[in-house]
Nanobody, 129 residues
Framework: QVQLVESGGGLVPPGGSLTLSCAAS????????IGWFRQVPGPGKGREGVSCILSSVGETHYTGSVKGRFTISSDIAKNTVYLQMNSLKSEGTGVYYCAAMRGSPNIEAFCARTELDYWGQGTQVTVSS
């Protein structure tokens, strides 16, 4: 049974930092693309890909608004993917989901997908003073 369990969310002031973790079981990171997707509050707001990683080759992708501030990484031994978020802004508020798809897709295209094989339950990030 595949499980993705996110942790590390919380309340942080603007300019602060958080590190999210996605612990995977039932899959091996070497054979999956993993991404962090954000659901922001408000009507008509969809889920957007924030950052994605193909651990087998070390390829990463970031959406433009987080480049230079967020860092995605993976620990194969722990089967865990991390998202280090620095210089957080209020628009970073939302529920962050970890998702996985088997294979080695184009990482940018993977990050733009809305339908993936597996999703975690999400972790809330609130950026507010």
């Amino acid at each position: 049974q595949v499980q993705l369990v996110e942790s590390g969310g919380g309340l942080v002031p603007p300019g602060g930092s958080l590190t999210l973790s996605c612990a995977a079981s039932g899959i091996t990171l070497d054979y999956y693309a993993i991404g962090w997707f954000r659901q922001v509050p408000g009507p008509g707001k969809g889920r957007e890909g924030v950052s994605c990683i193909l651990s087998s080759v070390g390829e990463t992708h970031y959406t433009g608004s987080v480049k230079g501030r967020f860092t995605i990484s993976s620990d194969i031994a722990k089967n865990t993917v991390y998202l280090q978020m620095n210089s957080l802004k209020s628009e970073g508020t939302g529920v962050y989901y970890c998702a996985a798809m088997r294979g080695s897709p184009n990482i940018e295209a993977f990050c733009a997908r809305t339908e993936l094989d597996y999703w975690g339950q999400g972790t809330q990030v609130t950026v507010s003073s």
